[in-house]
């Protein structure tokens, strides 16, 4: 059972807008920074998002993210075929003094 | 641009020690920046940070209360690397092993992976 909770699944058409949540607590997203990442079947993550809203450079602007009190949002729009994989969220757990990481969802682009 | 190369055995017998080393291109293991930690992927567990060492002035350690009584993440300045060791291994500890880093203000950032080992521990 993970810290940060996910939906297993989401699945939208290709050119529509997805949402993947990622709920915590104070101790969790609350009070500190949430990071996405993407997991393409076969490779290591790659980090989507961080500090709850900021792109590294070559992350396209299809990508956004935001936080409201214990809880983390990504949003794709424009999806494409190429998006189907896993997504995790991370944030740093302060009374574990650890980083944990949302079970992943894995989205469908239908 | 960093880059981790992963190395170390894909096979651990049970109550042995898993032993792998990233080396580190690209950065320093002793930078003021950088952060070098392990996490590992198993379908049973998901992601799991496991810890990570970094260099502040003096070095410092943090890792997973899951694993803190079995775990050692050493840099090695000598090689500019840095490696995992987890003691006592059980057929659970099976996963694939990641080194990360990342060197922003947030230091939970993990902009770098390594190639990812698959680690069986069985006899």
């Known amino acids: 059972q993970s810290v940060l909770t996910q939906p297993p699944s989401v699945s939208a058409a290709p050119g529509q807008k997805v949402t993947i949540s990622c709920s915590g607590s104070s101790s969790n997203i609350g009070n500190n920074y949430v990071s996405w990442y993407q997991q393409l079947p076969g490779t290591a993550p790659k980090v989507l998002i961080y500090?709850?809203?900021k792109r590294p450079s070559g992350i396209p602007d299809r990508f956004s993210g935001s936080k409201s009190g214990t809880s983390a949002t990504l949003g794709i729009t424009g999806l494409q075929t190429g998006d189907e994989a896993d997504y995790y969220c991370g944030t740093w757990h302060s009374s574990l003094n650890a980083v944990v990481f949302g079970g992943g969802t894995k989205l469908t682009v239908l | 641009q960093v880059q981790l190369q992963q190395s170390g055995p894909g096979l651990v017998k049970p109550s042995q020690t898993l032993s792998l080393t990233c080396a580190i291109s690209?950065?320093?293991?002793?930078?003021?920046?950088?952060?070098w930690n392990w996490i590992r992927q198993s379908p049973s567990r998901g992601l799991e940070w496991l810890g990570r060492?970094?260099?502040?002035?003096?070095?410092?350690?943090n890792y997973a209360v899951s694993v803190k009584s079995r775990i050692t993440i050493n840099p090695d300045t000598s090689k500019n690397q840095f490696s995992l060791q987890l003691n006592s291994v059980t057929p659970e500890d099976t996963a694939v092993y990641y080194c990360?880093?990342?060197?922003?203000?947030?230091?939970?950032?993990?902009?770098?992976w390594g190639q990812g080992t698959l680690v069986t521990v069985s006899s």
């Open positions: 690209g950065d320093s293991v002793s930078s003021n920046s950088g952060v």
């Open positions: 990360a880093s990342g060197s922003r203000a947030t230091d939970t950032v993990f902009d770098y």
């Open positions: 500090d709850n809203n």
């Open positions: 060492t970094y260099y502040r002035s003096k070095w410092h350690n």
